[in-house]
């Protein structure tokens, strides 16, 4: 999905296509690229527990927990050993040294996580979705649409972004005026 929004444009352009992109993801079930890019000499983990901890999932019906693309959610070997030897569940090998969570998860208790403080990594980064959307500059942080959250945080993330471009190019030029 291409995740370009046009910064130049008007503010009112910009919410425009901003809606679109985002109603366009929730219709596809897609990421929504974030207009954040993977870069080197970049604190990532820092980036990422930003966006993880903007995060609201206090009045979440564990959505993430209840579906999955259809798919199952991948667990690495030593999540898959700990989940059978702590909780008593098997999980299936789903190739490529991955073991499959199907959805609604086997661990999940009315909206809470049995295995909570011991969740697998996957778990732990959703709805970050690492190296799924890109655009001309590299590739871009992004959130699964699935999230109810995703698209509200998503929303605020590109406004921000917005109003700081527009920030910099009014100081630009009045920089460039009184020199
Ligand atoms: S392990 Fe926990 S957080 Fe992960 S899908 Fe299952 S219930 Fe949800
Ligand atoms: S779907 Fe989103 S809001 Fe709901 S529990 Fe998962 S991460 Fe939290």
């Given at each position: 999905m291409?995740?370009v929004?046009?910064?130049s444009?008007?503010?009112?352009e910009?919410?425009t296509d901003?809606d679109k992109?985002l109603?366009?993801a929730?219709k596809l079930?897609a990421?929504?690229?974030?207009?954040v890019h993977?870069?080197?000499?970049?604190d990532?983990?820092?980036?990422m527990?930003l966006?993880?901890?903007s995060?609201?999932c206090s009045?979440?019906?564990?959505?993430?927990?209840?579906?999955?693309?259809?798919?199952?959610?991948p667990v690495?070997e030593f999540e898959?050993?700990?989940i059978l030897?702590?909780?008593?569940i098997?999980?299936?090998d789903?190739?490529?040294?991955w073991?499959?969570?199907?959805?609604?998860?086997?661990?999940?208790?009315g909206?809470?996580?049995?295995?909570?403080?011991?969740?697998?990594m996957?778990?732990?980064?959703?709805?970050l979705?690492?190296?799924?959307?890109?655009?001309?500059d590299?590739i871009?942080y992004?959130l699964?649409?699935?999230?109810?959250?995703?698209?509200?945080?998503?929303?605020?993330i590109?406004?921000?972004t917005y109003?700081l471009r527009?920030?910099?190019?009014?100081?630009m030029l009045?920089?460039r005026?009184?020199s």
């Amino acid at each position: 999905m291409e995740g370009v929004i046009d910064f130049s444009k008007s503010k009112s352009e910009f919410i425009t296509d901003l809606d679109k992109l985002l109603l366009q993801a929730v219709k596809l079930r897609a990421v929504i690229p974030l207009p954040v890019h993977e870069a080197r000499g970049v604190d990532a983990s820092g980036i990422m527990s930003l966006i993880l901890s903007s995060i609201d999932c206090s009045s979440s019906d564990a959505k993430c927990c209840r579906e999955n693309h259809d798919t199952p959610i991948p667990v690495m070997e030593f999540e898959k050993n700990l989940i059978l030897s702590k909780y008593g569940i098997s999980l299936p090998d789903i190739g490529g040294y991955w073991w499959g969570i199907r959805t609604p998860c086997p661990l999940l208790s009315g909206n809470n996580c049995i295995c909570y403080t011991e969740r697998p990594m996957v778990c732990r980064y959703y709805p970050l979705q690492p190296g799924l959307a890109k655009d001309r500059d590299g590739i871009m942080y992004s959130l699964d649409s699935i999230c109810p959250q995703a698209p509200i945080l998503a929303r605020k993330i590109y406004t921000i972004t917005y109003e700081l471009r527009e920030n910099q190019e009014h100081l630009m030029l009045q920089t460039r005026r009184m020199s």
